[in-house]
């Protein structure tokens, strides 16, 4: 078994730190993660900043650690936020439409924000975001002789 190709930084400033990950970021590094943020949440830290400049590769099990250290930052009572995500994280954060918890973008407006004599009533679930842009560029699948691939 190989060491994990992670480094984790941690500099505090009383209850704020600041978390840089250099590296890879995947199923078998993801646990260095989780137990750095429950760590800060132990010290008392409540403000996280991870920078992730020097991340070089981060699979959906990172976007899935960030997401829940977020939720048990934000059940303490704290922020958990991310900087400079790689481009592939930051694709998945853009497609799942959770940049408004990880990295403080502004939500996407709600029927709250409509015009008040548009009726509620016609309002329907917005589809995922991206779901139709993924599915207009992908290539059509030829039928295999048989349907066995």
Aim: net charge neutral; proline share 11%; charged share 15%.
């Amino acid at each position: 078994m190989s060491l994990p190709q992670l480094n984790v930084y941690r500099h505090d400033r009383r209850t704020r730190a600041l978390i840089t990950l250099a590296g890879e970021i995947d199923l078998e590094t993801v646990p260095l993660i989780r137990t750095a943020l429950g760590r800060c949440l132990h010290d008392g830290v409540r403000t996280i900043d991870v920078d992730l400049t020097p991340v070089t590769f981060c699979d959906c099990s990172g976007l899935n650690a960030f997401t829940q250290a977020f939720l048990r930052t934000a059940a303490a009572g704290g922020t958990l936020r991310l900087h400079y995500p790689p481009p592939a994280l930051a694709w998945m954060i853009e497609l799942t439409g959770c940049g408004f918890l990880l990295m403080g973008l502004p939500a996407v407006p709600g029927p709250a924000s409509l015009p008040a004599a548009l009726p509620t009533t016609v309002l329907a679930p917005l589809p995922m975001a991206g779901f139709q842009t993924l599915h207009r560029l992908a290539p059509a699948v030829p039928a295999v002789p048989g349907g066995v691939l």
